[in-house]
C-alpha cells in the first residue's frame, strides 16, 4: 500500500501546470464544475446566485493550513458570508485518484462541514489558469458578488489587514 502511495503522489505532482499569479478584481468567476464531499454536484459560481459567497481555493494540500487560519479568522470575528472550501486539482491522473483523494477530505473534515467542500477536478485547470497557481500553499480568496463577480481577491497568505478588507466589504 505504501508503494501504491508513492506512486500516486509522483503522479499527482507531475501532472500540474504552472500559471502565473492574476489579478481577478472585477471579473466574472469561470463555469466550473465540483462535487461537495457529500458527494452532490455543484456549479460555481452558478449555485451561488444570489447571495455573496466566499470561496477560499486550495491548490495542495499544505494550502489546508492557510485555508484553516482563514475560517478561524472568519469564525473569530463572526463574519456573516457563506463560505466555501474549493480544493482545485488539475489534470488526469488526481481525477483518477479522485475517490482516494476525496475519502482522505473526509476522514479529516467533521461531516457537518462535508456540504461546504467543493472539490474541483475537471475544470481544475481553468480555475488556477484563471486565479494563477505559484505560491499553491497560499489560499485564493475570492469573494462574489450576488451575480458571481469577483469583487475580493487575495492570494499572499492570511493577514488580519486583508481580513479587514474583505469585511469591509460585506
Not at 87 to 102: A, K, V, W, Y
Not at 119 to 140: C, H, L, S, W
Request: hydrophobic share 40%; glycine share 8%.
Amino acid at each position: 500500500m505504501r508503494f501504491l502511495m508513492i506512486i500516486a503522489v509522483v503522479l499527482l505532482s507531475a501532472c500540474s501546470t504552472s500559471y502565473p499569479n492574476q489579478a481577478i478584481t472585477g471579473q466574472d468567476f469561470p463555469s466550473v464544475t465540483g462535487q461537495t464531499l457529500e458527494k452532490e454536484s455543484m456549479a460555481l459560481p452558478d449555485d451561488l446566485q444570489g447571495k455573496m459567497s466566499l470561496l477560499l481555493i486550495g491548490y495542495k494540500q499544505d494550502s489546508q493550513f492557510d485555508i484553516d487560519r482563514w475560517l478561524i479568522g472568519l469564525d473569530m470575528t463572526q463574519t456573516q458570508v457563506a463560505v466555501y472550501e474549493v480544493p482545485t486539482i488539475q489534470g488526469l491522473f488526481p481525477r483518477m485518484f479522485s475517490p482516494l483523494i476525496n475519502n482522505g477530505m473526509r476522514a479529516g473534515i467533521p461531516k457537518p462541514l462535508w456540504k461546504g467542500v467543493v472539490t474541483i477536478y475537471k475544470d481544475g485547470d481553468q480555475v488556477q489558469a484563471f486565479t494563477g497557481n505559484e505560491n499553491p500553499n497560499n489560499t485564493r480568496v475570492v469573494l462574489l458578488n450576488e451575480q458571481g463577480k469577483v469583487i475580493y481577491f487575495y492570494d499572499q497568505g492570511f493577514s488580519v489587514d486583508a481580513l479587514n478588507q474583505l469585511r469591509a466589504l460585506l
